[in-house]
Structures are given as C-alpha cells and as structure tokens.
C-alpha cells in the first residue's frame, strides 16, 4: 500500500519505463561497447536483462486493455511503439555501440603494427 491507496503498486514499474526513455539509450550503448570489447556471455546477458522490466512493462500497457484492439488506429499505434520504444531506444544504442566500438578496434588493429612481425617487413 502506497500513499494511502492499495492499487498504486504499478507506479514503480511505470516510473521505470519514463526514465528508460532519456537514460535507456546511454545505458544500452554502453552494454553494446561492453560487448564487443568483453566478448562472452554474461555482456550479452545484462544486454537482455536491463531493458527486460521497462520494455515489458510498457509492451503490456500498450497492448492492454484488449479491448482497445477493435478501435481503428490502435495496430498502427503498436506499430509505432515497436518502432520507437524498442527499435530506436533500445536496439539502435546497443546496435551503434557494439559497431562503432568494432570498427574502431578494427581500424586501429590494422593502423598498429603487431608485435610479432618483423620490423623489415613494416611499410
């Protein structure tokens, strides 16, 4: 029971999906840097784990009531969430993290000579 009313125990959760809008996609930029500099499981884990709860939440707000289907507009409002909240919040940060990080390391491999090359050999 919260501020006097036993219903409000959504309120957290639904605090969590507002704040995942401005800091989600820095958190998974982050988790996608992580990634392609740690390669393994738990990196990848965390990447599924930490927007678990605010995209669950707020997919189970736009798709409830059901009935709230049979109203003209609500697929193309689903459409638009998938989009924005999961595709452009959520996947395109890590997305972006993990290649950048990749393409960064790639180019700075290929610029740097290797230890174990013969120096002679170096143009």
Do not use: K, N
Request: charged content about 10%.
């Amino acid at each position: 029971m919260m501020f006097g009313y036993g219903d409000e125990w959504w309120v957290p959760l639904v605090a969590l999906v507002f704040l995942w809008v401005p800091f989600g996609p820095l958190a998974m930029a982050g988790l996608g840097v992580w990634c392609a500099l740690c390669p393994g499981r738990w990196p990848r884990l965390w990447s599924v784990l930490l927007p678990l709860l605010p995209v669950t939440v707020s997919a189970i707000l736009v798709i409830l009531p059901l009935e709230s289907w049979g109203r003209p507009g609500h697929l193309r409002d689903v459409v638009h969430y998938v989009l924005v909240y999961i595709g452009a919040l959520t996947v395109l940060p890590w997305l972006l993290g993990h290649g950048i990080t990749r393409l960064t390391r790639t180019v700075r491999a290929r610029r740097t000579p290797q230890a174990w090359q013969d120096p002679s050999e170096m143009v």
